[in-house]
């Protein structure tokens, strides 16, 4: 019994010793040992297999939307329906409907151009809005954007302030 249980304690060992080494060769490895820095938690979506048209695009979580956009390294978008948008989002963002791109691209590609990242946002995880606006954003040259899934619904969830275009004067 004493021997079975030895072997089961070098076996958890074992398996610890070979997660925390996988982990600090990782491409983005959890903050074990050292201080968190959001910029190390991207996530991809998708994979980038050289074919043409095939966008990889960077998930991203709340926190490290909040870095980047607090920082100003980052303009946050808001990829749904200008109705919707104007019921309702995340501060300090600019609207871009995916279905509306052709329409509302052009007043707002300053903005967009004024920084070198671009984070996405839509509805909520189930919602692919935020990912199809980011392949149209890739094909206009943007290289560096990423995509908070959550969208409004985690946002609204967190019981983080909401803003609407009443409260702002309409912004898009």
Known sequence: MKKTIVQMMMIGFLGLGVGLAYNALSISPLPVF????PRLTDKLIGQDSGQTGVVTLKEIDVETMKYLVDGGEAVLIDARASEEFGQGHI????NLPV????RVYTGIKAKLDSVDTLIIYCSSI???DASLLG???SRQGYADIFIYKGGMAEWSELGNEVENSDSEGGSQ
């Open 91 to 94: 501060p300090g963002a600019v």
């Open 135 to 137: 392949e149209q954003l």
């Open 99 to 102: 279905y509306e791109f052709d």
């Open 126 to 128: 189930d919602c692919h």
């Open 34 to 37: 050292r201080d968190y820095d």
